[in-house]
């Protein structure tokens, strides 16, 4: 199994230097694209992870996005997936941006994608991967937790998993946010609902394709928790765990959800956190071995993360993938 981790190109330079002895890929994220299919750089210099990957045999992949002012924008994937003259406009300077900075890999990550281009979208994911993977590169393709093919919801309606795992090298499952900024107090991963994806997507997609991803992070919920109005602060793991010892609060572990949660008291009210530890994650680990994944990827590497660093050890013998 190998493990991978999402940064962004501002990324401090010790930071990176203390995950990259653990890592078999380096996600640099993301490159955007116009309306008119113009490909948006990363915004920073993403070149010295490129070199930094390669110098430490990770494989650089970039991650394709139709992000936009900070959110993912479902009207560039509309325009993209139904105009096949755009689509080829992007494919071919992605192709020319492969070759141009070294990048081994590419990861296709549209969110809600509508229902009516769900064959579209598996098909444009499959011109990237043919025309890229004569080159060398892996195409790979993020996709949003599923546990049944009639399940209903924007991220989900959109994407098959079947389709898209015939059409792409691999396969991402985004297996987070349960637990999420504006909703109720619960585990960020919790293991038993990763268990459900994993075992829907087994039998879409072989297991051998198929990435697990974990978060580096929880979040903080100001209690009582209002629908609408409670808003949770992102924190994370090694904040979480001095936020627990400064406030002197007892860390539980919730034994269905594998992770770790605590509550704590300040400025007259009451928190929760769920977060992310040493057993949390080597429960996924587990849970990505006992399936036959390929591995796992963490998301995202822009904080400290010892905990998880330790457990991608293993990963590292299967690394040596750059070619």
Request: glycine share 10%; with cysteine; charged share 25%.
């Amino acid at each position: 199994m190998t493990a991978g981790g999402y940064v962004y190109p501002y990324i401090e330079h010790s930071l990176l230097e203390r995950a990259v002895a653990m890592l078999g890929e380096l996600l640099v994220f993301s490159c955007g694209f116009t309306f008119e299919g113009n490909l948006i750089l990363p915004s920073g210099d993403d070149r010295w992870l490129i070199r930094t990957a390669k110098e430490n045999n990770m494989r650089p992949v970039l991650v394709l996005t139709p992000f936009s002012e900070g959110a993912f924008h479902n009207q560039l994937v509309r325009v993209i997936l139904e105009n096949r003259l755009i689509q080829e406009r992007i494919i071919s300077q992605l192709t020319a941006l492969m070759e141009e900075q070294g990048y081994r890999g590419v990861d296709i990550d549209f969110e809600n994608v509508l229902p009516a281009d769900r064959v579209r979208y598996a098909d444009f994911v499959g011109r990237v991967r043919e025309r890229l993977g004569g080159k060398g590169c892996r195409v790979s393709v993020a996709v949003a937790p599923k546990t049944s093919d009639s399940q209903k919801g924007l991220t989900v309606e959109g994407t098959d998993y079947g389709l898209l795992g015939e059409n792409a090298d691999q396969v991402f499952l985004k297996t987070y946010e349960w637990g999420y900024i504006y909703g109720p107090p619960m585990a960020v991963a919790p293991l038993d609902k990763v268990r459900q994806v994993v075992e829907y997507a087994v039998t879409k997609i072989p297991a051998e394709k198929l990435i697990l991803g974990i978060p580096n992070y929880g979040y903080d919920w100001a209690l009582p928790y209002e629908r609408g109005i409670t808003r949770a602060g992102r924190v994370g793991t090694r904040e979480a765990e001095e936020t627990a010892a400064e406030n002197g609060a007892v860390v539980r572990y919730a034994e269905i959800a594998q992770s770790p949660w605590f509550t704590y008291q300040t400025g007259g009210a009451e928190h929760i956190v769920w977060f992310e530890d040493a057993r949390s994650i080597a429960a996924k680990w587990n849970l990505a071995r006992e399936f036959g994944l390929s591995g796992v990827r963490y998301w995202n590497l822009m904080q400290e993360f010892p905990k998880g660093f330790n457990l991608s050890r293993k990963g590292r013998q299967n690394a040596s993938c750059i070619g």
